[in-house]
């Protein structure tokens, strides 16, 4: 504030508009004196614009400074109808309108001074941090008609001057602290279309008062701990579109007359404890658009009581006392997506006919009475992603024509009568999640088909009539995380591509066949006995299980065992002898064609081929034409990056390292560093070594081929977003969290990446993620010192890098935030970064940037539960960036939090602000 020389006092009071100024100057010093001025005599000095101005600049120095920071154009001599969230009467300068929607301001409403706001016709705070109480002086507001307070910090109860504003048409205070009870003032509101008090604290029983507001369209009280049961003078809204209630302890009935109208297009009322029929108002209520009625109960006749709705898009009846059975007229519900009646008493068949519903994509009808056989139309449902039929008392056998739900993610038809076989066309569902058959009467082997399902994470066949070995092709469920195969007459080994099932937590195989050793997984060797017992002959290192060795062999069996035994030892030395006789024959050959000597750096130059390697050697050579230009698919810092097709078909990236003049590679301590790494390691989100070459002429590396192309690319070209939506961003994250967590802590001892960027992650033609890029790695050895040389790529360094060049794991969990970001963002994060760390508060600073606009823009906004997954992986990221090492997570809970995420949205995604993403915790324990 400037301070004025004392000899220019006087000269304020010439003109009205300087003492408008001394009066704004008194405004930040100290409160006005009530026996000083008069409100009677400031509007005759300074006019009523000049009181509001002066009461809103009162109530931004109340505010923190990153809010006033927000409001810079809020200043003195400056025409207050050009501020930011000010609007004014045309004919005049009287302030009508205050819209700060998210800006991001942080302080209290107790300095605003509403009685200078005479004429303010909507006031809108939504979506800040407003804390404090709703001051009773806001009543004074007699010309509003749009209050929304909603989305804030508030706390205390909603005071009785409320009632005062008899013009207010919407009333948001939702998603606040309020407690208390709901004022019976809010009933003078006779003008009120639009009342939201979710998600607050209030108790009590919704006010008789209520049913005066005649003309109110949307009622929205979910979310709060109100009592008792609906007042009859609810009857009178006669015009309601929107009436929610759910999540509060409601007793009684639903009012008669909610759809008497015509116009009700939302009914929620779940959670609560309401009973007895449906309203008959409700019957031939054609506008409903979405009713959720779970959680409570209620009773009737399931196709008795309600009627046929045209544009119903979701309804879930689940957890009541419905009855009777499903009328072909479910079918007749041509926009519904969603249909969830589970745990009730319907009983019946499946109507073939509800198949008409063609935009189903959700069906829930479990824990029923259900009977008779699963309609093989069911197939015919494109749009379906969950299917859930299970406790019921099917029969019959399970449709092949499910093989063509494409879509399909969980599908459920555990605890039913199914007989034959399980159909092996459930392995063209290729997005399955879950599947669960157990207890059924399910038979023959299990399908080869189901180890095509590469996306399923839950697998249980248990208490079936299973016979066969288990398939080796179910190790190749690389995501699978639990899986149950109890309770059946399976026979033969475990397979040994079970080893391969790395993210497996969960597992149960007991009470069948099984005999031989176990896999080598965590999983199955710290599974407890209960998931292992009552098998034929299981050894290995486990609880309650023998060894794996053998012991009292009967002496009639004495002779074929040691056959067994001799005869392969006997084979192999034959083998590596005529081996041998090979290798030294190739290498007389090999030095009587060339003077040229090979230098051997590896004590076992190709360990990783499983065949000839100069034959290999000389394959790439030809393949790539001696390295030509035109076979390169990139190059690094390393090397030079080629495409080869092998004669076999095979395709291959070689990467050839860069060569220095005297002959010896520049890289050579990254290139034995990557050697070392990957074949230490094996993950599907990890790139595959094939094998290398250390040749005086030419040193490469060899792996798997991945057309994909890298992130860093992928995320530049435009088209390519197409391919790349929420979904697979999200899976993204997820695959490299897997894969970190992996290398940070199954891996003995550890591996850290060090160059962890949008660069060196490559995908597939399906877009599976892959890290790449070994060079830099290193094994970190809890007995020595870790210390090494800057590695890594300028922009996903950790800051501590700048001081210190300590390795350890902290520096690839800063990276993953990095690149995590830049998923989300569709590009490098660096300047969002750098304006949070800039700051000394950077939630503060975040609460000015609306998370809805970091998102890529190229692509719609992700919405319902990949809406949420994005959040948490937000909040993951900002986590990893913390700018304390020791404050970051793990990969391991980076892993478990992706993989389980716990709700976020607490805010519509719209409304959340980066801020509260910064420092949320998220970690699943």
Same mark, same amino acid.
């Given at each position: 504030?400037?301070?004025?020389?004392?000899?220019?006092?006087?000269?304020?009071?010439?003109?009205?508009?300087?003492?408008?100024?001394?009066?704004?100057?008194?405004?930040?010093?100290?409160?006005?004196?009530?026996?000083?001025?008069?409100?009677?005599?400031?509007?005759?000095?300074?006019?009523?614009?000049?009181?509001?101005?002066?009461?809103?600049?009162?109530?931004?120095?109340?505010?923190?400074?990153?809010?006033?920071?927000?409001?810079?154009?809020?200043?003195?001599?400056?025409?207050?109808?050009?501020?930011?969230?000010?609007?004014?009467?045309?004919?005049?300068?009287?302030?009508?309108?205050?819209?700060?929607?998210?800006?991001?301001?942080?302080?209290?409403?107790?300095?605003?001074?509403?009685?200078?706001?005479?004429?303010?016709?909507? /006031?809108?705070?939504?979506?800040?941090?407003?804390?404090?109480?709703?001051?009773?002086?806001?009543?004074?507001?007699?010309?509003?008609?749009?209050?929304?307070?909603?989305?804030?910090?508030?706390?205390?109860?909603?005071?009785?001057?409320?009632?005062?504003?008899?013009?207010?048409?919407?009333?948001?205070? /939702?998603?606040?602290?309020?407690?208390?009870?709901?004022?019976?003032?809010?009933?003078?509101?006779?003008?009120?279309?639009?009342?939201?008090?979710?998600?607050?604290?209030?108790?009590?029983?919704?006010?008789?008062?209520?049913?005066?507001?005649?003309?109110?369209?949307?009622?929205?009280?979910?979310?709060?701990?109100?009592?008792?049961?609906?007042?009859?003078?609810?009857?009178?809204?006669?015009?309601?579109?929107?009436?929610?209630?759910?999540?509060?302890?409601?007793?009684?009935?639903?009012?008669?007359?909610?759809?008497?109208?015509?116009?009700?297009?939302?009914?929620?009322?779940?959670?609560?404890?309401?009973?007895?029929?449906?309203?008959?108002?409700?019957?031939?209520?054609?506008?409903?658009?979405?009713?959720?009625?779970?959680?409570?109960?209620?009773?009737?006749?399931?196709?008795?009581?309600?009627?046929?709705?045209?544009?119903?898009?979701?309804?879930?009846?689940?957890?009541?006392?419905?009855?009777?059975?499903?009328?072909?007229?479910?079918?007749?519900?041509?926009?519904?997506?969603?249909?969830?009646?589970?745990?009730?008493?319907?009983?019946?068949?499946?109507?073939?006919?509800?198949?008409?519903?063609?935009?189903?994509?959700?069906?829930?009808?479990?824990?029923?009475?259900?009977?008779?056989?699963?309609?093989?139309?069911?197939?015919?449902?494109?749009?379906? /992603?969950?299917?859930?039929?299970?406790?019921?008392?099917?029969?019959?056998?399970?449709?092949?024509?499910?093989?063509?739900?494409?879509?399909?993610?969980?599908?459920?038809?555990?605890?039913?009568?199914?007989?034959?076989?399980?159909?092996?066309?459930?392995?063209?569902?290729?997005?399955?999640?879950?599947?669960?058959?157990?207890?059924?009467?399910?038979?023959?082997?299990?399908?080869?088909?189901?180890?095509?399902?590469?996306?399923?994470?839950?697998?249980?066949?248990?208490?079936?009539?299973?016979?066969?070995?288990?398939?080796?092709?179910?190790?190749?469920?690389?995501?699978?995380?639990?899986?149950?195969?109890?309770?059946?007459?399976?026979?033969?080994?475990?397979?040994?591509?079970?080893?391969?099932?790395?993210?497996?937590?969960?597992?149960?195989?007991?009470?069948?066949?099984?005999?031989?050793?176990?896999?080598?997984?965590?999983?199955?060797?710290?599974?407890?006995?209960?998931?292992?017992?009552?098998?034929?002959?299981?050894?290995?290192?486990?609880?309650?299980?023998?060894?794996?060795?053998?012991?009292?062999?009967?002496?009639?069996?004495?002779?074929?065992?040691?056959?067994?035994?001799?005869?392969?030892?006997?084979?192999?030395?034959?083998?590596?002898?005529?081996?041998?006789? /090979?290798?030294?024959?190739?290498?007389?050959?090999?030095?009587?064609?060339?003077?040229?000597?090979?230098?051997?750096?590896?004590?076992?130059?190709?360990?990783?081929?499983?065949?000839?390697?100069?034959?290999?050697?000389?394959?790439?050579?030809?393949?790539?034409?001696?390295?030509?230009?035109?076979?390169?698919?990139?190059?690094?810092?390393?090397?030079?990056?080629?495409?080869?097709?092998?004669?076999?078909?095979?395709?291959?990236?070689?990467?050839?390292?860069?060569?220095?003049?005297?002959?010896?590679?520049?890289? #050579?301590?990254?290139?034995?560093?990557?050697?070392?790494?990957?074949?230490?390691?094996?993950?599907?989100?990890?790139?595959?070594?094939?094998?290398?070459?250390?040749?005086?002429?030419?040193?490469?590396?060899?792996?798997?081929?991945?057309?994909?192309?890298?992130? #860093?690319?992928?995320?530049?070209?435009?088209?390519?977003?197409?391919?790349?939506?929420?979904?697979?961003?999200?899976?993204?994250?997820?695959?490299?969290?897997?894969?970190?967590?992996?290398?940070?802590?199954?891996?003995?001892?550890?591996?850290?990446?060090?160059?962890?960027?949008?660069?060196?992650?490559?995908?597939?033609?399906?877009?599976?993620?892959?890290?790449?890029?070994?060079?830099?790695?290193?094994?970190?050895?809890?007995?020595?010192?870790?210390?090494?040389?800057?590695?890594?790529?300028?922009?996903?360094?950790?800051?501590?890098?700048?001081?210190?060049?300590?390795?350890?794991?902290?520096?690839?969990?800063?990276?993953?935030?990095?690149?995590?970001?830049?998923?989300?963002?569709?590009?490098?994060?660096?300047?969002?970064?750098?304006?949070?760390?800039?700051?000394?508060?950077?939630?503060?600073?975040?609460?000015?940037?609306?998370?809805?606009?970091?998102?890529? #823009?190229?692509?719609?906004?992700?919405?319902?539960?990949?809406?949420?997954?994005?959040?948490?992986?937000?909040?993951?990221?900002?986590?990893?960036?913390?700018?304390?090492?020791?404050?970051?997570?793990?990969?391991?809970?980076?892993?478990?939090?992706?993989?389980?995420?716990?709700?976020?949205?607490?805010?519509?995604?719209?409304?959340?602000?980066?801020?509260?993403?910064?420092?949320?915790?998220?970690?699943?324990?």
């Amino acid at each position: 504030m400037t301070v004025l020389p004392a000899n220019t006092l006087p000269n304020l009071f010439v003109t009205s508009q300087c003492l408008f100024v001394f009066f704004i100057v008194l405004a930040f010093v100290s409160p006005f004196d009530s026996t000083a001025f008069s409100s009677s005599s400031l509007k005759k000095e300074v006019g009523e614009e000049g009181l509001e101005a002066a009461a809103l600049l009162a109530w931004k120095a109340s505010l923190d400074n990153q809010s006033q920071s927000l409001l810079s154009s809020w200043v003195v001599r400056s025409n207050h109808c050009n501020w930011i969230g000010i609007g004014c009467k045309k004919a005049g300068r009287v302030i009508t309108h205050i819209d700060l929607e998210s800006y991001g301001l942080r302080g209290t409403l107790t300095n605003l001074n509403f009685s200078s706001l005479p004429h303010l016709l909507s /006031f809108n705070l939504t979506n800040n941090s407003v804390y404090g109480t709703i001051p009773s002086p806001i009543g004074s507001l007699w010309r509003l008609t749009h209050l929304s307070l909603s989305a804030n910090r508030l706390s205390g109860s909603i005071p009785a001057s409320i009632g005062n504003l008899v013009n207010l048409t919407i009333l948001y205070l /939702f998603q606040n602290h309020l407690s208390g009870s709901i004022p019976e003032e809010v009933g003078m509101l006779r003008s009120l279309t639009d009342l939201g008090l979710s998600a607050n604290n209030l108790t009590g029983s919704i006010p008789a008062s209520l049913g005066n507001l005649e003309f109110l369209e949307s009622l929205d009280l979910c979310g709060n701990q109100l009592t008792g049961s609906i007042p009859p003078h609810l009857n009178n809204l006669t015009v309601l579109r929107v009436y929610s209630v759910d999540d509060n302890m409601f007793t009684g009935h639903l009012p008669e007359n909610l759809c008497l109208s015509g116009s009700l297009k939302i009914l929620t009322a779940s959670y609560n404890n309401f009973i007895g029929l449906m309203p008959k108002s409700l019957k031939n209520c054609s506008s409903l658009h979405r009713v959720r009625l779970e959680g409570n109960q209620f009773s009737g006749n399931i196709s008795e009581n309600f009627g046929v709705y045209p544009n119903l898009d979701y309804i879930d009846l689940s957890d009541n006392n419905f009855y009777g059975e499903l009328s072909q007229k479910w079918g007749k519900y041509h926009r519904l997506t969603s249909l969830k009646m589970s745990n009730n008493n319907i009983s019946g068949g499946l109507p073939p006919d509800l198949v008409l519903a063609t935009q189903l994509s959700r069906i829930d009808l479990s824990s029923n009475h259900l009977v008779g056989e699963i309609p093989k139309k069911f197939g015919s449902l494109v749009s379906l /992603f969950y299917l859930k039929l299970s406790n019921n008392q099917l029969s019959g056998y399970i449709p092949v024509a499910l093989g063509h739900l494409g879509n399909l993610e969980t599908l459920n038809f555990a605890a039913n009568k199914l007989t034959g076989s399980i159909p092996r066309e459930l392995g063209d569902c290729m997005k399955l999640l879950n599947l669960s058959l157990s207890n059924n009467r399910l038979g023959e082997n299990i399908p080869l088909e189901l180890g095509q399902l590469h996306s399923l994470q839950s697998l249980d066949l248990s208490d079936n009539l299973l016979l066969g070995k288990i398939p080796e092709q179910i190790g190749a469920l690389q995501m699978l995380e639990t899986l149950n195969l109890s309770h059946n007459e399976l026979s033969g080994l475990i397979p040994s591509s079970f080893d391969n099932i790395l993210a497996l937590s969960s597992v149960d195989i007991s009470n069948n066949l099984l005999e031989g050793p176990l896999p080598h997984i965590r999983a199955i060797q710290e599974a407890p006995f209960e998931s292992l017992r009552g098998n034929k002959g299981l050894c290995g290192n486990a609880t309650g299980l023998k060894a794996c060795q053998l012991h009292g062999v009967p002496r009639k069996k004495e002779k074929k065992v040691a056959l067994l035994i001799v005869l392969p030892i006997l084979g192999f030395l034959l083998l590596s002898v005529t081996v041998l006789g /090979f290798f030294l024959s190739i290498c007389k050959k090999m030095k009587s064609t060339t003077n040229e000597p090979i230098q051997v750096n590896s004590p076992n130059l190709f360990s990783i081929w499983s065949y000839d390697g100069k034959m290999v050697y000389e394959n790439i050579i030809e393949a790539t034409e001696n390295f030509n230009a035109k076979y390169c698919v990139g190059e690094g810092g390393c090397g030079t990056v080629y495409r080869a097709a092998l004669p076999n078909g095979q395709i291959v990236a070689v990467k050839k390292l860069h060569s220095s003049s005297n002959g010896d590679s520049v890289n #050579q301590k990254s290139f034995t560093s990557e050697i070392s790494t990957l074949t230490a390691i094996k993950h599907h989100n990890i790139i595959k070594l094939h094998g290398f070459c250390s040749h005086l002429r030419h040193s490469f590396l060899v792996y798997e081929f991945l057309q994909g192309g890298s992130l #860093q690319k992928v995320l530049a070209l435009k088209e390519e977003l197409v391919e790349l939506d929420w979904n697979k961003r999200v899976d993204v994250v997820k695959g490299l969290a897997n894969a970190m967590s992996y290398m940070h802590h199954d891996c003995s001892p550890p591996i850290i990446h060090r160059d962890i960027s949008s660069k060196n992650v490559l995908f597939d033609s399906e877009y599976v993620p892959h890290i790449s890029d070994f060079g830099a790695a290193r094994f970190i050895k809890s007995d020595s010192a870790n210390w090494t040389s800057f590695a890594g790529t300028f922009g996903y360094a950790a800051p501590e890098l700048a001081y210190t060049m300590e390795v350890n794991e902290k520096c690839d969990v800063y990276s993953f935030g990095v690149l995590t970001l830049e998923v989300i963002m569709g590009e490098h994060p660096g300047d969002l970064i750098s304006s949070l760390s800039s700051s000394s508060s950077s939630s503060k600073t975040g609460h000015g940037i609306l998370f809805k606009d970091v998102l890529d #823009q190229r692509l719609p906004p992700p919405t319902n539960q990949v809406a949420e997954q994005v959040v948490v992986a937000a909040k993951v990221a900002f986590a990893c960036l913390n700018a304390r090492p020791l404050s970051r997570p793990t990969m391991q809970q980076v892993a478990r939090t992706m993989s389980n995420p716990r709700p976020s949205l607490q805010n519509q995604l719209h409304m959340i602000t980066v801020g509260e993403l910064v420092g949320a915790n998220c970690f699943t324990s």
